[in-house]
């Protein structure tokens, strides 16, 4: 089982950027495919970006393509999201999630597809 801790979220104007952490806790952390995911008020969480146990591959959803990047350091067991040319459509509680390693990253783009979520950090972009 592993515990997630999300940080970096905040306010920043719309064109700034953001690194968000994902610091977990608990055994096997690098053998657990890691997601982000995020949830604007009154809408369905959505699948923003994954990354494998290995780090070997990586996906994103297509609005964030170029402008996101997300990487781990297993060493430390973090995984992060960096997001530069912020919109405020981008404006949401993100949130990390672990799923046990295996094939099929880029087909597990639902919330239900991962196992261990942390609490969320909001990020705010103001136009």
């Known amino acids: 089982q592993v515990q997630l801790i999300e940080s970096g979220g905040g306010l920043v104007q719309a064109g700034g950027s953001l690194r968000l952490s994902c610091a977990a806790s608990g055994r096997g952390f690098s053998s657990y495919d890691i997601g982000w995911f995020r949830q604007a008020p009154g809408k369905e969480r959505e699948f923003v970006a994954a990354i494998s146990w290995s780090g070997g591959l990586t996906y994103y959803r297509d609005s964030v393509k170029g402008r996101f990047t997300i990487s781990r350091d297993n060493a430390k067991n973090t995984v992060y999201l960096q997001m530069f040319s912020l919109k405020p459509e981008d404006t949401a509680v993100y949130y990390c999630?672990?799923?046990?390693?295996?094939?099929?990253?880029?087909?597990?783009?639902?919330?239900?597809?991962?196992?261990?979520w942390g609490q969320g950090t909001q990020v705010t972009v103001s136009s």
């Open positions: 999630a672990a799923d046990w390693g295996r094939s099929g990253l880029a087909s597990r783009l639902s919330p239900s597809d991962y196992d261990y």
